[in-house]
């Protein structure tokens, strides 16, 4: 069942005008409280944003869609929620793991609740830190945009190297994934 989920899940950039619960958020929240974390240390803080003025400026910060430029939601189809991933600096100083077991927890846990999300972590850092008044001993990681799904993104194949997402006639999103086989070996790296 959630190797299925997984396979299933797609990035969402474009939502629904539908609110999302507060129980919903803070179910995506919990599952990445309980995450894994290195030592145990748990760096990671998190700030919900739900509040409609506060959604058009987080919305303002971000980047959509790298390889389609064009490509991102309008107002009427942004976010209708965002969790912002802090690393508490004073526990510990680098992120790396912690933050993509997070993210993609909360990320699975919104799609098992019916909900779109997009990992994000082109942000306007700066503009984001004041917007949201966060202390400089947190620093902004990364940000999951949340709603219900206003689009239907497909997976691919992997044509000729050429892993660039891209739009078909219909507007749809078309993702290529490498094959297992490609990206996998048992025992050694040859």
Request: glycine residues 6%.
């Amino acid at each position: 069942m959630i190797y299925e989920k997984i396979v299933e899940r797609r990035t969402i950039r474009k939502f629904t005008h539908e609110s999302v619960s507060k129980e919903t958020i803070e179910r995506c929240v919990d599952a990445a409280r309980l995450s894994p974390s290195g030592m145990n240390r748990q760096p990671l803080k998190y700030i919900i944003v739900n509040e409609e003025i506060l959604l058009e400026k987080v919305f303002s910060t971000t980047r959509w869609a790298g390889y389609l430029p064009d490509y991102e939601p309008s107002r009427e189809e942004m976010p209708r929620a965002y969790v912002v991933v802090l690393l508490d600096k004073r526990i510990k100083e680098e992120v790396g793991h912690d933050a993509g077991i997070a993210v993609m927890s909360i990320s699975m846990v919104a799609y098992e609740e019916g909900l779109g999300s997009c990992i994000l972590g082109a942000i306007d850092r700066p503009k984001l830190r004041r917007i949201l008044k966060v202390p400089e001993e947190l620093e902004i990681v990364l940000a999951v945009a949340l709603g219900r799904p206003a689009e239907d993104p497909v997976t691919d194949k992997v044509k000729n190297g050429d892993i660039k997402y891209w739009l078909d006639e219909n507007g749809v999103i078309h993702v290529p994934k490498r094959k297992l086989e490609d990206i996998c070996s048992w025992n050694s790296s040859s």
